[in-house]
């Protein structure tokens, strides 16, 4: 299954298809050059469209807004916070630097600080092992342990993870650790648009969780004219959790 949902992954990458399509293209052009050219085309198509901000926009604000940014949380009455991985760099990156090399999800991370400053007496637990299918280097949990040090956080209060490698095993895996009980209220830390999946996830494995959405990456609305190849990303996260959905509940997980 986890190779599934990395292959799943790649199946949501514009640049995939681009790539694959053009490969096609050199594949036919010495006999076929004029559906070479059509494949070509439908390359350009896909790069056109892609940079079209409103269109992935509009896939993300679907997700996001599923679960908008929350309240104000009495953080008093919850047993501590769940941050789920994805707010670091890849293994290797790290590798011979005890720098934590954040992306742009670390609001995952950060948002940890004011909750604690809300109710000190909250438990920490990052549930991150490897997403890479050949990943090296430190797991992602110990790269978040380094960035929370970083922001002053006490080693000692935060529980890591260490062994998921998706969000179903960031359910299962962090159940398991020693004096986690799910059933108890528990804050659940992760991307808007990774959200619905994710809280589907810990509530079908028996977690009393409250989701706390950060890192919102479409607003309210998206002006026509905004172009930018750089939105290939958006689609990629968007299209990487519809399939998501999708998979999770055919196996179902949720």
Excluded: C
């Amino acid at each position: 299954m986890f190779l599934l949902s990395k292959l799943l992954g790649l199946a949501a990458d514009p640049m995939f298809w681009v790539l694959l399509l053009l490969a096609v293209a050199v594949f036919l052009l010495p006999r076929r050059p004029l559906a070479a050219r059509r494949w070509v085309l439908a390359a350009l198509g896909i790069l056109l469209l892609g940079g079209w901000a409103p269109l992935p926009d509009a896939l993300l604000r679907h997700l996001e807004r599923q679960y908008p940014d929350p309240p104000p949380l009495p953080a008093q009455s919850y047993v501590g916070v769940v941050v789920l991985g994805g707010a670091t760099e890849s293994g290797y990156v790290s590798e011979g630097t005890e720098e934590p090399q954040v992306n742009s999800g670390a609001e995952r991370m950060t948002t940890v600080l004011p909750l604690l400053r809300q109710a000190p007496e909250l438990q920490v637990v990052f549930s991150g092992g490897e997403g890479q299918y050949f990943g090296s280097g430190p797991s992602e949990a110990e790269r978040a342990r380094r960035f929370f040090v970083q922001l002053g956080l006490d080693p000692q209060r935060i529980r890591l993870e260490d062994q998921s490698r998706n969000t179903y095993e960031n359910a299962v895996f962090t159940a398991r650790l020693s004096g986690i009980d799910p059933h108890q209220p528990w804050i659940l830390i992760t991307s808007a648009s990774h959200m619905p999946r994710a809280l589907a996830v810990f509530r079908k494995q028996g977690w009393n969780v409250t989701p706390y959405s950060v890192d919102f990456r479409a607003g309210l609305a998206t002006p026509w004219t905004t172009y930018s190849l750089g939105d290939f990303q958006k689609w990629y996260l968007a299209l990487h959790e519809y399939l998501g959905i999708v998979a999770y509940r055919w196996s179902g997980r949720i």
